[in-house]
């Protein structure tokens, strides 16, 4: 199937590595090119240069909790790659539980999206473009030992993502969520758990119908579909990705 992705032009935030870095191959493979920013320059010289050798890749380190680099970074890859035709906000921070934590996770997480699609948003105008957020499944349920700020704002994200449907919809850009469940990632959280904590790691696997979690192209196939022309007409979706994670009867 032809996505029709040839020559579009693609941003994302934390692409480095896990599910943001699969994100950006898959694009790449697709034909699209891509710029994707992260805290580390030196990591995103690394990846750019990886990357590279399957397309066009551009990079920058970028702090998201500062909206003026952000928007710095959109405007210099819009430069560089003559536009942009999809954004996708995929920045997060750590879990925070102690008050002080929650600031960073709202600079982070929600105040990076808005700065970031406002900055964007002259440029996927312009003929059409494509918003997607990656959001959790966790906003969805209590989860472990209870959600923090990580799924509080993460909500927040989802809600006001899917409200642009309407909104930025009107100038011809879609605007989707995906969000994903436990997704296995070398060297991240699941893969912690798994050498830390392996009961708990087992007992997940075990909620999962197929008896697997995700991974992070099972992501990146979702997000790159609901960017590209074969999804034309969806438009406000919150695609969950969690192979059945979640047992809710979502109507």
Known sequence: ???????????????????????????????ASVAICAR???????????????????????DAA?????????????????GIDIYIHNTSGKPA?????????????LMALLHGVDAATPFLSDGGGSLVSIGTSAVS???????GSYSAFKAAVTNWTLGQAQVLGAKGIRCNVVSPGPIFIDGGDWDRIKQGMA????ATEKTHPGGALGTGQDVADAVTFLVSSRAAHINGVNLTVDGGFLKRVNY
């Open 97 to 109: 539980r102690k008050l002080e934590g929650w600031k960073n996770n709202f600079d982070i997480d």
């Open 40 to 62: 580390t320059a030196a990591d995103v010289d690394t990846a750019v240069a990886e990357l590279s050798t399957k397309g066009t890749a551009i990079g920058a380190g970028v």
């Open 141 to 147: 349920e209590h989860f472990a030992s209870g959600s």
């Open 1 to 31: 199937m032809d996505l029709g992705l040839t020559g579009k032009r693609a941003l994302i935030t934390g692409a480095t590595k896990g599910i943001g870095r699969a994100i950006a191959e898959t694009l790449l493979a697709e034909g």
């Open 66 to 82: 500062d909206g003026d680099s952000l928007r710095a970074w959109v405007a210099d890859s819009a430069a560089k790659l003559g």
């Open 199 to 202: 009961p708990f790691y087992e």
